[in-house]
């Protein structure tokens, strides 16, 4: 987002709350029974049906795999970063002026 973090922060506020009011008035519409993340009376997670939707090239890890031990980022924590990072440094996911702003190379 091109805001300031305290607005940034405020979005992200209103889209939790839109969320969570959603998921309390209009769940069958907007969330079909089984599609999202549960947990169990024994506090295990139940994955959703909205798991089977992920394409198979997509960086997309559950949160599960991404823990982390003694401080350090899980192996797969650091493949999601690689991925983000091959992509806005690629043609395609490149915008016209980072190059400057990060390295101060003159636009080509």
Same mark, same amino acid.
């Given at each position: 987002m091109q805001i300031s973090p305290d607005r940034a922060q405020k979005v992200i506020a209103a889209c939790c709350v839109l969320?969570?009011? #959603?998921? /309390?008035?209009? /769940?069958? /519409?907007?969330?079909?029974? @089984?599609?999202?993340? /549960?947990f169990n009376p024994d506090g295990? #997670?139940?994955e959703g049906s909205w798991r089977s939707n992920i394409p198979s090239d997509s960086c997309f890890l559950s949160t599960s795999t991404l823990r982390t031990r003694a401080g350090r980022s899980a192996g797969k924590a650091k493949?999601?970063?690689?991925c983000i990072k091959n992509y806005v440094n690629s043609e395609v996911g490149a915008v016209p002026w980072q190059n400057q702003r990060v390295f @101060?190379?003159?636009?080509s």
């Open positions: 969320y969570n009011y #959603l998921m /309390t008035n209009s /769940t069958p /519409t907007y969330c079909p029974d @089984g599609y999202a993340d /549960t295990e #997670l139940v493949f999601v970063r690689d @101060g190379v003159p636009n």
